[in-house]
């Protein structure tokens, strides 16, 4: 394996200057990189290590929601009490990423910028409406998440931006979120078809205000299932609902087949795994 430069940054701005130049690519966790380049399939002249830069790790509370640092490992979103008392189906989700050793190298937004269609940490952000901000040669910006990613491997980052937080609102009242995940394992291994929702009721507690629902696995990009959320909006939760807006995630998404599970296969689940995170997301939010 070729033995590219290393520079460590001290600033956003020395890391953002750097990456301007052809052949550099930020490293983090390195949790993808690494076998990336031992397979060959790529050869960076230059690896900015991102994580010597200060203040892009961390939990902390703002603009009324939470702002997450990109550099925040897997293993501290599980940790964290902001999070669990916030947003505990992120720390559900981080539970399940991978092994011990991985959450302790893998940071959040890494997971986001390898642009996996299996990308677990997606989902959740997905459907919490979460802005990513990224710093870049012509200065900030803050979009969706839901505009970030554009095809395999492949996000709306220009040449020398870097994700540097991600941005969660304030929770919703009267809601609930749930997941679902099918593999061979339920760590350690990537997802056949991945589900994330997230329901919040109306006051009487009987219709649904607002739904989300995201897909991985199943589309090149982590996907949010746009028809499927509007079948619940505004209409009583029932479970014949829940039954049209499953079939309707499924009917959105894309799946290819592979040696892991083939396309019809992972269609099918879609519609599964979906009704029971709705089941699950609506439970929770009744508990509220």
């Not at 559900?92 to 990308?119: D, K, M, W, Y």
């Not at 095809?151 to 931006?161: C, D, H, M, P």
């Not at 304030?170 to 394992?185: Q, W």
């Not at 309707?248 to 083939?262: F, G, I, K, N, Y």
């Amino acid at each position: 394996m070729p033995q590219p430069e290393m520079l460590q940054p001290a600033t956003v701005e020395e890391a953002v200057q750097a990456l301007t130049r052809r052949g550099a690519v930020p490293m983090a966790g390195a949790t993808d990189l690494l076998p990336s380049m031992r397979k060959g399939e790529i050869a960076p002249k230059l690896l900015v290590n991102l994580k010597t830069i200060p203040g892009l790790s961390g939990v902390r509370r703002a603009r009324g929601g939470i702002t997450i640092g990109a550099l925040t490992l897997v293993t501290d979103l599980l940790h964290d009490p902001v999070i669990a008392g916030t947003y505990p189906l992120l720390s559900e989700v981080a539970e399940h990423f991978a092994s011990v050793q991985i959450r302790n190298l893998a940071t959040i937004g890494g997971n986001l910028c390898n642009a996996a269609p299996s990308a677990d940490l997606a989902l959740p952000l997905l459907v919490f409406d979460a802005r990513l901000q990224v710093h870049g040669p012509a200065g900030v910006r803050e979009f969706d998440i839901a505009d970030f990613f554009i095809n395999v491997n492949k996000t709306a980052l220009r040449r020398g931006e870097i994700l540097t937080s991600i941005i969660l609102p304030r929770p919703r009242p009267r809601s609930g979120a749930a997941h679902a995940k099918l593999g061979v394992r339920q760590a350690m291994d990537l997802a056949f078809v991945g589900v994330a929702v997230a329901l919040q009721l109306a006051p009487v507690k009987k219709e649904c205000a607002s739904a989300r629902i995201a897909l991985g696995s199943v589309a090149p990009i982590p996907m949010r299932a746009r028809s499927a959320e509007l079948i619940l909006e505004g209409n009583p939760l029932t479970n014949d609902l829940i039954s049209q807006a499953a079939a309707a995630a499924a009917e959105e998404s894309r799946p290819v087949s592979d040696l892991r599970a083939s396309a019809e296969y992972r269609r099918d689940m879609t519609e599964v795994l979906t009704r029971r995170a709705l089941r699950e997301a609506l439970r929770r939010a009744r508990k509220e």
